[in-house]
Nanobody, 129 residues
Framework: QVDLVESGGGSVQAGGSLRLSCAASELTGYKNCMGWFRQAPGQKREGVALFQFGSTIDTYYSRSVRGRFTASGDIAKNSASLQMRNLKPEDTAKYYC?????????????????????WGEGIQVTVPS
């Protein structure tokens, strides 16, 4: 069992930045894929970023956030982050971190949330229009 806790959410004006963090109770080895997902009111949950611990290239982003969001992580600190820049009102959603253990990241996982075993409770990000 791995517990995940998100932090860093809040409200920010359009064009601003926020950094979300995800603290994991434990992470064993680099073969773990951390996903970031979001769900806006009345919308399906969507994947926005995948981060492969121990890799600088196996990071994937949805088209809607590519170039604005950066996922990173630190296995030694059992943590991952999502740096969000140039935020837009359409980024308003509840954001979740999710972990798939014992696996590398594959871009298909952005649309396959069922692959992720462990989920945080989520944290709200609001960008007023």
């Amino acid at each position: 069992q791995v517990d995940l806790v998100e932090s860093g959410g809040g409200s920010v004006q359009a064009g601003g930045s926020l950094r979300l963090s995800c603290a994991a109770s434990e992470l064993t080895g680099y073969k773990n894929c951390m996903g970031w997902f979001r769900q806006a009111p009345g919308q399906k949950r969507e994947g926005v970023a995948l981060f492969q611990f121990g890799s600088t290239i196996d990071t994937y982003y949805s088209r809607s956030v590519r170039g604005r969001f950066t996922a990173s992580g630190d296995i030694a600190k059992n943590s991952a982050s999502l740096q969000m820049r140039n935020l837009k009102p359409e980024d308003t959603a509840k954001y979740y971190c999710a972990l798939k253990t014992g696996s590398w990241c594959y871009d298909d996982y952005l649309t396959q949330e069922f692959e992720f075993t462990y989920w945080g409770e989520g944290i709200q990000v609001t960008v007023p229009s």
